[in-house]
């Protein structure tokens, strides 16, 4: 499975911003995606996924009320609608992909076996 991100860019605090993530070479639907995030000298951090074959979507707390991540099936993309950006949100968003992440290690990166290429998103002051 081959993932390629896109969307980041610059913005100023309480601006929107929506990435996409678009797959090829796996059975789309089956899989369960997610956002990361990473600012560079610290760890990365799970921002939000949804669950293949119907499952449910879920958030990280810091970004639950703000942020809204979907997937299209029949176009092979999930997008992550990030509202009210804060300076905090300044990172590389990557998304991910798996078939064996379960619900209670849904934010442990280690569940997901294919990453794209990150992108940046700045949010000024």
């Known amino acids: 499975v081959q993932l390629q991100a896109s969307g980041g860019g610059l913005v100023q605090a309480g601006d929107s911003l929506r990435l996409s993530c678009t797959a090829s070479?796996?059975?789309?639907?089956?899989?369960?995606m997610a956002w990361f995030r990473q600012v560079s000298g610290k760890e990365r951090e799970f921002v939000a996924a949804?669950?293949?074959?119907?499952?449910?979507?879920f958030y990280a707390d810091s970004v639950k009320a703000r942020f809204a991540m979907s997937r299209d099936n029949a176009k092979n993309t999930v997008y992550l609608q990030m509202n009210r950006l804060k300076e905090d949100d300044t990172a590389v968003y990557s998304c991910?992909?798996?078939?064996?992440?379960?619900?209670?290690?849904?934010?442990?990166?280690?569940?997901?076996?294919?990453w794209g290429q990150g992108t940046l998103v700045t949010v000024s002051s």
């Open positions: 991910a992909a798996s078939r064996r992440v379960i619900n209670s290690a849904i934010a442990e990166a280690t569940m997901y076996d294919y």
């Open positions: 070479g796996g059975t789309f639907r089956a899989y369960s």
């Open positions: 949804v669950k293949g074959n119907g499952g449910g979507t």
